[in-house]
C-alpha cells in the first residue's frame, strides 16, 4: 500500500502561481509513474501532468509552458508548478503513483480555485 498526502491548493487569483507537493509513504525510487490530475464535479478526472521512471514528462495541451511537474527522491515527493493560473484551471487537484506492482494509489485531493 502506498499513502500519498497532498498539499499546496489554495485561492489564488489569475496570473498567480502556486505548487501542489505529494508525499508518499514509501519510496518513489521504483514507482513506475507519478502523475496529477484534475478533476470537476461531474466532470472525468483527467490527466494534467505526469513523470515517468525515466524522467520523461507528459503534459495536458492546456497546461504545456504553464505547469511543471518534478519529483524529490530523499523527500519522496513529487510537485505540479502551476503558472499564469486560469479560471478554467479551478478543479479538484489529485496526486496518483503507478507502483512497482503496478497497483495505482490516489491521494486523497487538494482544491485549486483561481479568481478572475
Known amino acids: 500500500q502506498v499513502q500519498l498526502v497532498e498539499s499546496g491548493g489554495g485561492l489564488v487569483q489569475a496570473g498567480g502561481s502556486l505548487r501542489l507537493s505529494c508525499t508518499a509513504s514509501?519510496?518513489?525510487?521504483?514507482?513506475?509513474?507519478m502523475a496529477w490530475y484534475r478533476q470537476l464535479p461531474g466532470k472525468q478526472r483527467e490527466l494534467v501532468a505526469r513523470?515517468?521512471?525515466?524522467?520523461?514528462?507528459t503534459y495536458a495541451d492546456s497546461v504545456k509552458g504553464r505547469f511543471t511537474i518534478s519529483r524529490d527522491f530523499p523527500k519522496n515527493a513529487v510537485y505540479l508548478q502551476m503558472n499564469n493560473l486560469k479560471p478554467e484551471d479551478s478543479a479538484a487537484y489529485y496526486c496518483?503513483?503507478?507502483?512497482?506492482?503496478?497497483?495505482?494509489?490516489w491521494g486523497q485531493g487538494t482544491q485549486v480555485t483561481v479568481s478572475s
Open positions: 514509501t519510496s518513489i525510487f521504483s514507482m513506475n509513474t
Open positions: 513523470i515517468v521512471s525515466g524522467g520523461a514528462t
Open positions: 496518483s503513483v503507478l507502483a512497482a506492482d503496478y497497483g495505482r494509489y
